[in-house]
Nanobody, 123 residues
Framework: QLQLVESGGGLVQAGGSLRLSCVASGRTDTIHGMSWFRQAPGKGREFVAALSWSGGLTRYADSVKGRFTISRDYAKNTAYLQMNSLTPEATAVYYC????????????????WGQGTQVTVSS
């Protein structure tokens, strides 16, 4: 089993930055991929960024390329999402997801999810 806890959300002005953290616990030695998804009010869940845990490969949604960076710290079993140049369109609940076999853009491939952290970008 894996447990995921996100933190770092909050209120920021447009153009600002936030760094989200996702701490994994439990069988962290089995993590293959971790990703960030988001869900805005009234919309479906949207892929943001993905990381292959051991290889360090990354993928990003076109809407965040060049502004968001996903990374990990093995020693802390933590994944991060650095978000720069934020726009009001980034307002959403951000979820961390992990899986023992998958990584990538498809949310159905992830077995473990955090509770989410709210990001609000004011104009």
């Amino acid at each position: 089993q894996l447990q995921l806890v996100e933190s770092g959300g909050g209120l920021v002005q447009a153009g600002g930055s936030l760094r989200l953290s996702c701490v994994a616990s439990g069988r962290t030695d089995t993590i293959h991929g971790m990703s960030w998804f988001r869900q805005a009010p009234g919309k479906g869940r949207e892929f943001v960024a993905a990381l292959s845990w051991s290889g360090g490969l990354t993928r990003y949604a076109d809407s965040v390329k060049g502004r968001f960076t996903i990374s990990r710290d093995y020693a802390k079993n933590t994944a991060y999402l650095q978000m720069n140049s934020l726009t009001p369109e980034a307002t959403a609940v951000y979820y961390c997801a992990a899986d023992r076999a998958a990584w990538g853009m498809v949310d159905q491939n992830y077995s473990y999810w955090g509770q989410g952290t709210q990001v609000t970008v004011s104009s």
